[in-house]
């Protein structure tokens, strides 16, 4: 009887064992069906309810057109935090961390290289430094004392010099009817759409310290609206920086919305990094993809400049030598014109004649022995003329 009991109780819990199993697993599958049917939005989207704007594919999936959205759709995104007790990027500070987005390169996309877009400004910088600033919609932005360019209209001119293709969907100033994607918004729905690589920082030391700048690449700062408003306040410009912690900038600004530059006019400048607000909630980073020929093309035109640099540098000597020579002469002038008719030096007031009877021993005056070879020579000049006066004298008598 004991033993049937026990069996018994081993049946039993076998059975309970196999329900709990076949429960799990039914659970299990729910839980799946559950997740394939729901999807969590993408890391750091903007709710359309909040933004409202920009961002999301076009709608013919060609993602030319500029649509309205949701954002960040298809964007791929990693986070990184650097810090050098760790081994992170090189010339990262502790705790500096970033967002980085999008897999292909702006540059790629409108074909061009760091190489054309650095030596282009480089060669074409007399043109671009000091064209005044002005903010004027749907106008051409041309370079020149008698141009005009505010942020946009700098970068769109740059970059449309340089692209070899698409150069028709370069972001450009708002109404200029250059390109589909228009102003602030059009910048931040091209990148969306077209998944361009881009690192997010939330101060303008984090991007600095991060390790990710370098020459050419393209800077945008956003006003506390974010990227998502249409703002006056968010600007753009190039990082000009020969190491990714130098912190200068070639922009259009007017930089009376900065205190460095409150009260100047606004022009085309290299500077320090600034956003055209103080409240900036947001800096990006446009990359542009490696360049292995970089540095090379960068010394080769260092080198062509050279011998021009060369050149300005003798013509400044020549000026100089010039100038100087002008001087000499001039003051030669000034001392002939002190001496006497017949070359000696004037007499000063309340002195005597050289060859008069003031004359010392050697016959040359005091005044010949201060004035040197030109009252020497006039000297000469008179003792010969009283030995020939002499002379007849002497013949006249006899």
């Known amino acids: 009887m004991m033993l049937l009991g026990k069996t018994r109780k081993i049946r039993v819990s076998g059975i309970f064992i196999a329900l709990v199993l076949i429960l799990s697993v039914l659970a299990g599958t729910a839980q799946c069906v559950l997740a394939e049917d729901w999807a969590a939005p993408d890391a ?9 704007t920009w961002g999301g594919a076009s709608s013919d999936g060609s993602g030319d057109t500029p649509v309205y959205g949701s954002g960040y759709d298809g964007q791929t995104q990693e986070s990184y935090g650097y810090s050098q007790a760790d081994g992170g990027v090189a010339g990262s500070q502790s705790g500096s961390s970033y967002t980085e987005s999008g897999s292909e390169y702006m540059n790629d996309y409108f074909g061009f290289t760091r190489s054309d877009l650095v030596l282009y400004l480089l060669e074409n910088q007399e043109e671009y430094l000091g064209t005044p ?18 942020c946009e209209g700098f970068v769109w001119n740059v970059l449309h010099a340089v ?10 100033w708002e109404g200029a009817d250059t390109s589909p994607y228009e102003n602030g918004g059009g910048w931040v729905d091209w990148i969306y759409s077209h998944n361009i690589v881009y690192d997010t920082f939330s101060t303008r030391e984090e991007m600095l310290a991060s390790g990710v700048l370098e020459k050419g690449d393209i800077i945008w700062s956003f006003d506390e609206g974010g990227p998502m408003s249409i703002s006056d306040y968010h600007h753009v410009g190039f990082f000009w920086g020969d190491s990714s912690d130098d912190d200068v900038f070639w922009h259009s600004s007017e930089f009376a919305f900065t205190e460095t530059y409150a009260g100047e006019e606004g022009a085309n400048r290299i500077s320090g990094i600034e956003g055209a607000t103080e409240n900036v909630s947001e800096w990006w980073v446009v990359k542009l993809s490696t360049d292995e020929d970089f540095q090379k093309n960068l010394e080769e035109y260092q080198q062509k400049q050279e011998p021009a640099l060369k050149a300005q540098s003798v013509s400044a000597d020549q000026a100089d030598a010039e100038e100087s020579s002008s001087e000499n002469i001039s003051q030669d002038s000034s001392a002939v ?14 002195t005597e004649k050289a060859g008069s009877s003031g004359a010392d021993s ?6 010949g022995q201060e004035t040197g070879g030109v009252s020497f020579l006039g000297w000469i000049g008179n003792l010969w003329k009283k030995i020939v006066s002499g002379i007849k004298s002497f013949l006249g008598q006899a």
């Open 44 to 52: 750091g989207g903007y709710d359309q309810d909040v933004a409202g």
């Open 337 to 350: 014109s002190a001496s006497g008719p017949d070359g000696t030096a004037a007499p000063e007031e309340g």
């Open 362 to 367: 050697s016959g040359m005056s005091q005044t």
């Open 163 to 172: 692209a070899q293709k698409n150069a028709d969907h370069v972001p450009c």
């Open 133 to 150: 600033y002005e903010e004027t919609e749907g106008e051409s932005q041309e370079p020149g004392a008698d141009g005009h360019m505010q």
